[in-house]
């Protein structure tokens, strides 16, 4: 079964002759340039200082710490922000708690639903205002927070505000009550998008929320705070508490919080499964990812590689469900990975605030170190590297599009979750060879599988340990639609009528 | 009697309870075994005391038959529990008896767990193609793809079985997760382990594959962590009764993020303590996209 490493090094050489003789596709570069067309950042009310939000109000830490939260891409300090300790966790879950038991837990479910409405509205109204904030404090790309994580944060509240009052349709022979407090820690590579699956479903179902958003990223969470001000939701129905790791761990063994919904690292996660083991506290865990990216003979190839380029490249790489891992049948590789080092080289990267960027900076200098160890580890076990030749910007955090062949299924890029812009690349002969490839993982958060063949995709994406799984598409994400891994990716789904069951108890539990 | 004359007296053939593993019934490795003894002090049966070896076995065995297991349609998984109920009920007598014998009960009560397990078995047998329908969506996504979820099994399932009723915790918590392709390996009543030993002589002539149900006698507190800790099972059901086994059994479980479920279920024969709750419970939603063109 398979092929050896010498093999993959054979064609990897073979992959680089036809590479450099054959002549190239002419995209800008040497034959046009785009014009820059960033978009303005006047409309943006940055605050120099930010408090936390407990109890509806904007307040100072009592632990009296501040931290600065900068733009990756220029490396400035956008504002201070408030760092939540112990004390202010502990005052934001018992106003949790009293919003829970004194208002929104009596408050008729299709009025909660009307605020959960108000809020999406409001995104709505505000989506460019949140779209240009969202890729400053982030480094991605305007042209991704304006057509994505904005809009479909505003989708999450939407769709959730219709449930409230009809949870007696989703868990039928059931009394649907609320849980309570729920603590939600969200991560860096989606923040306003996270804090709306968070929130959303949790509010829908009658429970208050303290969330903490990422360490650097809370610029959005904390602006989706003013508009829960703005939309008159009760005080202490949201909580935002930003902080880093010792303030999420405040919050997860908080004894008044009854759930923890967390997303981020499998690594973090476990800790999380094991402090809250044995308390009654619910948990749902998504986790990281390492997806397979399945490409047959029998695909449309063009649009395979877009589906390539889209998985692994979308949002810098700083996606759970990249699709990082690409099995290419080996009767297609060299076309495919010919064009594969085409479409990298028109990839642009640069000013994440300009229409025509398609990758931005690096969410951190922690994570660009992090993205640069896996690298040089690619290089070093003996995977060759193939990077776009894109200038990188004198200041910020970058990383070229970079994919790697020549890849061992024991090589840590072909194992480790990498969190970047960088695909190791493998090959199969046989459709059981793909499946056992692809599954061969603890992760099982995504896949995609790329075939004309219609039975094909059934049998195929029927044996993925995924999910989630795209079949001629992938990265595609809606608030109707479960989202949540097997294995190691962690368990319970966000989204649809299965991500409602965190944030409800059922009678008879 | 006379000289030469001989008695036509029959002795009885006792039975030896083993383990039973990848269909087959085998002692346990370590060479342990405990004596079960009724409540009145009379010895009924040498029972394994099954060790870590034996669980990872199990293990290995149950991970070889869940994908083929799955794979079978659902109308011939409901014909496979629906023969287990066969099997039960014709020889729904010898476990009364057994059950009486083991622990003591009466003959109504007896009666009543047996009748009552063989109930939850046709219960879960008709289940097999219906709780798909029920725990699937299509999903009206905003753009143009048909996007839908079903439920798909875990893999394999590690069951912690109540003490009691030991006969009708087992089959309580073993027939959910296998209706829906899991293989499941069943730590099984520590106190009162015999009905359940015996049910895997059920089990082998119901034409479930080997594998798919692995049954396995012991001390629970020796063999819970393991299973808890093991790197190839995907679940726990936890219906024992040590809280403090139960913490750290959950603990344990997050090295490869297990999905953990506890019942305290105080009634075993109540309506509740069946149904599709029980189903979804050891299964995961996987979400499909597909493009919708030309």
Known sequence: M??????????????????????????GGAVWDYAPAPESKDHVRLEKRYGLFIGGKFAPPRSKKYFSTINPATEEVLAEVAEAGAADVDAAVRSAEEAHRKYWSRLAPAERGKYVYRIARLLQEKSRELAVLETLNGGKPIKESRDVDVPLAAAHFFYHAGWADKLEYAFPRHRVSSIGVCGQIIPWNFPLLMAAWKIAPALACGNTVVLKPAETTPLTSLHLAKICEEADLPPGVVNIVPGAGETGAHLVNHPRVRKIAFTGSTEVGKLIQRATAGTGKRLTLELGGKAANIIFEDAAIDQAVEGIISGI?????????????????????????????DRIETLRLGDPLDKNTDVGAINSKMQLEKIREMVASGIEEGAEIHQSSCSIPARGFWFPPTFFTGVAQSHRIAREEIFGPVL????????????????????????????????KIFKITAKMKAGVVWANTFNKFDPSSPFGGYKESGFGREGGVHGLRAYVALSGE | MQRGEVSRESVEVRKTYKLYIGGEFVRTESGRYDPIESPKKKLLANVSRGSRKDLRDAVAKARTAQAGWASKTAYLK?????RMAEMLEGRAGSFEDLLRESRGTTAAAAKREVRAAIDRLVHYAGWSDKFGALLGTVNPVASSYFD????????????FAPESPDLLGLVTHLAPAIVSGNAVVVLVSERSPIASLEFAEVLATSDLPAGVVNLISGR????????????????????????????SVAEDAAVNVKRVRRYAIRDYYRENAQGLDFIEAFTEIKTTWHPIGV
């Open chain 1, 2 to 27: 398979g092929t050896t490493v010498t093999d993959e090094k054979a064609r990897a050489e073979a992959i680089k002759k036809i590479e450099a003789e054959r002549p190239r596709l002419e995209f």
């Open chain 1, 313 to 341: 490249y979308f949002n810098q790489g700083h996606v759970c469900c990249a699709g990082s891992r690409l099995l290419v049948q080996e009767s297609i590789a060299e076309t495919v990975l010919a064009k594969l080092a």
């Open chain 1, 424 to 455: 190791a690349v493998m090959t199969f002969r046989t459709p059981d060879e793909a499946v056992e490839k692809a599954n061969n993982i603890p992760y099982g958060l995504s896949a995609g599988v790329w075939t004309d063949k219609g039975s």
């Open chain 2, 78 to 82: 409901g014909q496979i529990l629906y």
């Open chain 2, 148 to 159: 839908f979820s079903v439920p798909e099994p875990m893999g394999v399932v590690g069951i």
């Open chain 2, 220 to 247: 629970k507190e020796e063999l819970a962590p393991h299973l808890a800790r093991h790197m190839d099972v995907n679940a726990i059901a936890d219906a024992g009764e040590d809280t403090a086994l139960s913490k």
